[in-house]
């Protein structure tokens, strides 16, 4: 149990340590799932002949397809994913600790807008999941 010596049975004891152990692998799991996400959102490779001019950014900028990681234009979705570890559940996604303050983060990933019109997903929450089954595992100690 990563060097410790248990001296004395004392079953509360163990068990909080293995929910301080287990937190510990849930944040690093988080933070890691976070750069992941982000590390995807700068390498997809997107479709050159798509780019078009963004007077947000006044530059040049080539969006992302459908179902791929959504293409970084303004950094605000990039700087605010975040996690947070609730008892045993580990949250990902924006505005955790602000309702409504997920936005258009939400519409990304699945695909809808607030007045109920339909575009085309970019689901990087769902994606990140189902691509780091492993290293979700090798957190979780399953393998």
Known sequence: ?????????????????????NRANMEALGKELIEKIREQMVNTPRDPSKAFWSKELGAMHIPSAEGEYPAIMTKQLYDSLEYRVVGDTLQIGVGLDTPGEEGYAVYLEYGWTSAGGQFHARPYLRTSVFFNEDLIKKHLGIV
């Open 1 to 21: 149990m990563n060097g410790v010596t248990i001296r004395e049975w004392n079953p509360s004891a163990v068990v909080r340590m293995v929910e301080r152990n």
